[in-house]
């Protein structure tokens, strides 16, 4: 068979089950450590480290105790966002019905599924809404510019994202669609079929996590961007929104909004990204407007 392979120049496929990964670091009796825990939990703490090192440059406009504030509420928004989100917009399949919000009586097969983080299900674009709520609070009660804010925050999130992309491919879940004969790296995923896919979980790790990790970094640390209030932002903001509705394209639909897909030409992730474009598009054009900080009339957003 690898010799008709061969001659015909088509490539055998990568089965993922022959690379030996698991979904677990170790475990210890019932206890598991988890990579997709592991990746956020150290998404949190290279964010508390690195927002606490940010601080410290000129024009910070925060201190370290609205830092210890900021990163506890914002755990608890992506958490509780980003679950409520995949409530609310991945889950219910034809009826339409959100069913991790309607399904809580003993009889049913996934009652109190709301609760049950540990058998995954989490939303972007949840955790996005979560985190920015986390934010206005926080700014609310110190007092705080919720741009500027926002804006230091929103550097370290594609290192987070990036993780979570790599558990993923670890735990061999969210696939890609079905590849083309000159896709050489495409994988045979067991949960899918026999059929060679798109990892495009590494691609999302890749564009939405390293490449928006590397610019965002550069731009905090190499230019006086952080002094637009709000620029930081905006550009993440387009840059995930991009990268996202790209990648779309070469991900598998959830199996529950396959047909939605169908009918509408684009995934649920894309038709919620492209608010999210919109946005960051409105934010970057009102920050370039503006003024940098030190300029003339200092400008708090």
Not at 72 to 96: D, N, Q
């Amino acid at each position: 068979m690898l010799s008709l392979l061969a001659s015909s120049g088509i490539a055998e496929p990568i089965y993922w089950e022959n690379l030996g990964l698991r979904p677990y670091l170790f475990e210890i009796g019932f206890f598991q450590l988890r990579y997709y825990s592991l990746a956020y939990l150290l998404g949190v703490i290279f964010a508390y480290w690195h927002v606490s090192r940010m601080i410290k440059s000129p024009g910070a406009p925060m201190a370290q105790r609205h830092v210890d504030d900021l990163f506890f509420y914002c755990t608890l928004g992506v958490i509780l966002g980003g679950r409520l989100g995949y409530a609310a917009f991945y889950t219910g399949g034809e009826t339409g019905k959100p069913s991790l919000f309607t399904h809580f009586t003993p009889t049913e097969t996934i009652s109190w599924d709301l609760l049950r983080l540990w058998d995954g299900g989490m939303s972007f674009h949840g955790g996005v809404l979560g985190v920015l709520v986390a934010i206005a609070w926080v700014a609310w009660r110190g007092k705080l510019p919720f741009l500027r804010v926002a804006d230091y925050v929103s550097v370290t999130v594609p290192v987070g994202y990036m993780l979570g992309r790599i558990a993923n491919f670890i735990n061999g879940e969210l696939w890609g669609r079905v590849a083309g004969e000159g896709v050489r790296w495409a994988m045979v995923f067991p949960g899918a079929d026999n059929l060679p896919r798109h990892p495009s979980q590494l691609y999302q790790a890749g564009t939405e996590g390293l490449l928006l990790a590397i610019i965002m970094l550069l731009l905090f640390w190499k230019t006086r961007v952080r002094f637009r209030p709000g620029l930081l932002v905006g550009v993440f903001t387009i840059g995930m929104g991009v990268g996202r509705f790209v990648n779309e394209f070469f991900r598998e639909p959830d199996a529950q909004l396959a047909e939605f897909t169908a009918q509408t030409g684009l995934s649920m992730g894309q038709w919620l990204t492209i608010p999210l474009i919109l946005i960051g598009l409105i934010v970057t054009l009102y920050a370039a407007m503006r003024a940098p900080l030190g300029s003339g009339t200092p400008r708090t957003a």
